[in-house]
């Protein structure tokens, strides 16, 4: 792959990656609102509670999954991707940390 295909495979992810974000933010204040509603003795809403919770973990997913195209792409643009040197690479704990909660949430996903 060319740098000007990896540097388009980075641009096209941290687009998905600010959709994604939007998605998430969506629901996460929908929820807020909702929860402050409940709060507030609307118990009707409580109904509503479950399917946004529901879309909230699926928008969660789908940032993680964007966040792991958009590293890819950009270690592959880095020169450090399949086929480098990765004896001369820097143990990243930030990147196994996001590694792990992606497919923590993959799981969570696959289960609800």
């Not at 402050?36 to 003795?41: D, K, L, T």
């Not at 997913?61 to 086929?83: Q, V």
């Not at 001369?88 to 799981?107: I, K």
């Amino acid at each position: 792959m060319s740098d000007s295909e990896r540097d388009d495979a980075a641009q096209r992810a941290e687009v998905e990656l600010a959709a994604a974000r939007d998605v998430f933010e969506t629901f996460r204040d929908e929820l807020a609102t909702l929860l402050a509603e409940v709060r507030a003795g609307k118990t009707a809403q409580a109904k509503r509670l479950k399917p946004v919770v529901t879309e909230l973990a699926r928008a969660v997913a789908r940032m993680a999954e964007d966040e792991g195209k958009l590293h890819g792409a950009r270690r592959g643009r880095d020169g450090t991707g399949a086929g480098g040197d990765l004896s001369e690479l820097p143990l990243d704990l930030d990147a196994a940390r996001s590694e792990v909660c992606r497919r923590l949430a993959r799981l969570r996903t696959a289960g609800a």
